[in-house]
T-cell receptor, first 114, second 117 residues
């Protein structure tokens, strides 16, 4: 089954404790991206990657890092989480064969930073 | 830069009634438009998309949307709502800002649909 898998789905952590949210897709997609969803703000892009070793900032990259060492994986790293990073995070991917294809989303990771 | 406006934060309809969710977009070129649905605790599921061609687009679960270039709108409709349609609905426009390599979706803030029995 084609899917985007995120882990963990739920996480409560404390300020300053480094954490990583993993994202993996099995569709051989070149493009991957992270979004955060906050009430009243919709979804906003954090980072994206066009392919292995190619990453760039989205609209709200502050406080986040990413890496793309393998095509299927695109982890989101919070080096020193803060309460304002409490949010629902979505990973998404798409192939680049179609110029404007749809994004496939994971089920989301709900992060709470105390 | 592209933007999406969903004017209605929350809509309540009775089961069996018709539904229309509004979406207005701003984008300088031909837009690529999407509607996603998010059920409680779930991820985003694509309902339908418009790239080109027929301006009336059919999607899953009995939804349809009509692209109106003159009004910069892409409203979502369903003739008869079911209780299982209760969810949050997001309209999005896809584009490559500034002609760059990042193809991203810009989302509206969502419309929460409540369905009364």
């Amino acid at each position: 089954e084609a899917q985007v898998t995120q882990n963990p789905r739920y996480l409560i952590t404390v300020t300053g404790k480094k954490l990583t949210v993993t994202c993996s897709q099995n569709m051989n997609h070149e493009y991957m991206s992270w979004y955060r969803q906050d009430p009243g703000l919709g979804l906003r892009q954090i980072y994206y990657s066009m392919n292995v070793e190619v990453t760039d900032k989205g609209d709200v990259p502050e406080g986040y890092k990413v890496s793309r060492k393998e095509k299927r994986n695109f982890p989101l790293i919070l080096e020193s989480p803060s309460p304002n990073q409490t949010s629902l995070y979505f990973c998404a991917s798409r192939g680049l064969a179609g110029v404007h294809g749809e994004l496939f989303f994971g089920e989301g990771s709900r992060l709470t930073v105390l | 830069a592209q933007s999406v406006t969903q004017p209605d934060i929350h809509i309540t309809v009775s089961e069996g009634a018709s539904l229309e969710l509004r979406c207005n977009y701003s984008y300088g070129a031909t837009p690529y438009l999407f509607w996603y649905v998010q059920s409680p605790g779930q991820g985003l599921q694509l309902l339908l998309k418009y790239f080109s061609g027929d301006t009336l687009v059919q999607g899953i679960k009995g939804f349809e949307a009509e692209f109106k270039r003159s009004q910069s709108s892409f409203n979502l409709r369903k003739p008869s709502v079911h209780w299982s349609d209760a969810a949050e609905y997001f309209c999005a426009v896809g584009a490559s800002p500034s002609g760059g390599s990042n193809y991203k979706l810009t989302f509206g803030k969502g419309t929460l649909l409540t369905v009364n029995p």
